[in-house]
């Protein structure tokens, strides 16, 4: 039976993650490839595996923790600001937590970008072990105000 290969962008849209991501993944060795012209062809029996092991249920909704290194590796981000700062922050949280806590994040976030300050913001939300992953790119002064906002969690 001939091997089905994918491109990176159709990896990246099966796993539902960023393409750098997919180019991780093959310089790890967490997913199998081969250069085929030039270009990375990847092996659908390695995506398979790749889902298997992870214990991934792929829904079309779902947001890859993985791609949260894109804020570190993309051009997206360019500022003429002095300094960026990018940070993760996890905090474990009850259920009755997280639409407030999203509430006071959104608000700096919303005032910021409403100002025309570059700045970035994401999370994802595990709800089987209460986890929060937040992540923010910006000026010290938007993080300031990021800090602020997450205190009274503490």
């Given at each position: 039976m001939?091997?089905?290969?994918?491109?990176?962008?159709?990896a990246?849209?099966?796993?539902?993650?960023?393409?750098?991501t997919?180019?991780?993944?093959?310089?790890?060795?967490?997913?199998?490839?081969?250069?085929?012209?030039g270009?990375?062809?990847?092996?659908?029996?390695?995506?398979?595996?790749y889902?298997?092991?992870?214990?991934?249920h792929?829904?079309?909704?779902?947001?890859?923790?993985?791609?949260?290194?894109?804020?570190?590796?993309s051009?997206y981000?360019?500022?003429e600001?002095?300094?960026?700062?990018?940070?993760?922050?996890?905090y474990?949280?009850?259920?009755d937590?997280?639409?407030q806590l999203?509430?006071?994040?959104?608000?700096?976030?919303?005032?910021?970008?409403?100002?025309?300050?570059?700045?970035?913001?994401?999370?994802?939300?595990?709800?089987?072990?209460?986890?929060?992953?937040?992540?923010f790119?910006?000026?010290?002064?938007y993080?300031?105000k990021?800090?602020?906002?997450?205190?009274?969690?503490?």
């Amino acid at each position: 039976m001939e091997q089905e290969f994918l491109t990176i962008d159709e990896a990246a849209n099966i796993l539902n993650v960023h393409p750098k991501t997919i180019r991780r993944y093959i310089n790890s060795g967490k997913i199998s490839a081969q250069k085929v012209a030039g270009s990375w062809r990847i092996y659908q029996d390695s995506i398979n595996e790749y889902l298997g092991s992870c214990g991934v249920h792929h829904h079309q909704d779902d947001v890859s923790k993985d791609d949260f290194c894109i804020f570190m590796d993309s051009d997206y981000f360019n500022s003429e600001d002095t300094i960026q700062i990018c940070t993760i922050v996890d905090y474990f949280v009850q259920d009755d937590q997280v639409k407030q806590l999203l509430k006071d994040v959104m608000d700096i976030v919303a005032d910021y970008s409403m100002d025309k300050k570059k700045s970035r913001f994401n999370y994802v939300y595990d709800d089987t072990d209460n986890k929060m992953r937040l992540v923010f790119w910006g000026t010290p002064t938007y993080m300031e105000k990021i800090v602020s906002a997450l205190k009274p969690y503490e």
